[in-house]
């Protein structure tokens, strides 16, 4: 029998951990155009919100770090609070409109985007100069967003207002990135009260955008998952996988297979006919992260 030294035997884990990550995030496309299918996005929103909360307790529970919330200083929840209102509310808002007015195959592409988004606002906000290499990431995965579009518009599928949607998320997204990273302590205890103390803007923003009347059915079963599996266990996979690796970008390339993942599901399980320019728009869409992601790893070297 062959014996895994300790380090490749933690590398191995960390591929689990991080393939588990991929599995859940193939799905939520499908899980959320479920949901949306009975339920308005802000129904949506706190359902998952509500989910995450009791899904993350119980992980912190469980690890007997409950009682941290009680011992942190009036600044890590005042700071929690504010991420909190950046994601899950503002962020998914946003994201769940998107995937409301939008086909699976788009709105789940143009999220991805997000890490352009992100080099774009450390220029102004973490001080950071744009090279050429970031302009030409930057080029191509927009020139993605735009095959995916026209090529959904011209098959009568999709709405500007979506795409232009989904793209203020990406901004949303890249801006909570940006703040938390200055943040310390436990992650998931982060995470945790930020999900706490969003939910009752989840609950203001169901009441002012919808209602609470939500049918059983299909629909719930789609925000539950979400809430699960999005919101949820995802991070909690993801964070384990990057604390296990030896080396971030190992487990990163990982990542550039959801998309391609979750389109199997979107055709399969909702019945979504991929459009002839989904899959071109997508290869640049990844193309371009690719490029970003070794401009920077270029840059640490």
């Given at each position: 029998?062959?014996?895994?030294?300790?380090?490749?035997?933690?590398?191995?884990?960390?591929?689990?951990y991080a393939w588990l990550t991929v599995c859940?995030?193939?799905?939520?496309?499908?899980?959320?155009?479920?949901?949306?299918?009975?339920l308005h996005y802000a129904q949506l929103l706190l359902v998952c919100n509500a989910v995450a909360v009791?899904?993350?307790?119980?992980?912190?529970?469980?690890?007997?770090?409950?009682?941290?919330?009680?011992?942190?200083?009036?600044?890590?929840?005042?700071?929690?609070?504010g991420l909190g209102l950046m994601n899950p509310v503002g962020y998914y808002l946003l994201l769940f409109q998107a995937y409301d007015i939008l086909p699976a195959q788009v709105a789940q592409p143009v999220n991805y985007t997000w890490a352009i988004a992100l080099s774009a606002l450390a220029v102004p906000l973490l001080g950071q100069r744009v090279g050429v290499a970031e302009v030409v990431a930057a080029v191509i995965a927009y020139a993605g967003v735009v095959v995916i579009s026209l090529g959904s518009a011209h098959a009568g599928t999709v709405r500007w207002d979506g795409v232009v949607i989904a793209l203020v998320s990406?901004?949303?997204?890249?801006?909570?990135?940006?703040?938390?990273?200055?943040?310390?302590?436990?992650?998931?205890?982060?995470?945790?009260l930020g999900f706490c103390y969003a939910l009752p803007a989840s609950?203001?923003?169901?009441?002012?955008?919808s209602d609470f009347d939500m049918p059983l059915g299909r629909g719930l079963l789609g925000a539950l998952w979400?809430?699960?599996f999005e919101m949820g266990l995802s991070f909690v996979f993801w964070q384990r996988a990057l604390a296990l690796s030896a080396n971030a970008?190992?487990?990163?390339n990982v990542v550039f297979a959801t998309p391609f993942l979750a389109l199997l599901?979107?055709?399969?399980?909702?019945?979504?006919?991929?459009?002839?320019?989904?899959?071109?728009?997508?290869?640049?869409?990844?193309?371009?992260?690719?490029v970003q992601q070794r401009f920077a790893r270029s840059a640490r070297t």
């Open positions: 029998m062959t014996v895994l030294d300790p380090a490749a035997a933690r590398q191995r884990r960390a591929y689990a859940c995030w193939a799905t939520v496309s499908t899980a959320f155009k479920f949901a949306l299918a009975e009791l899904v993350l307790g119980s992980l912190l529970a469980a690890g007997g770090r409950l009682g941290d919330v009680l011992r942190l200083s009036r600044s890590g929840h005042l700071r929690a609070l990406t901004l949303v997204w890249a801006l909570y990135w940006i703040a938390n990273s200055r943040a310390t302590g436990d992650p998931l205890l982060r995470l945790f609950v203001l923003a169901c009441g002012l955008l979400s809430g699960v970008a190992r487990v990163s599901p979107i055709a399969v399980v909702l019945g979504e006919p991929i459009a002839p320019s989904t899959l071109p728009g997508l290869c640049l869409i990844l193309g371009g992260l690719a």
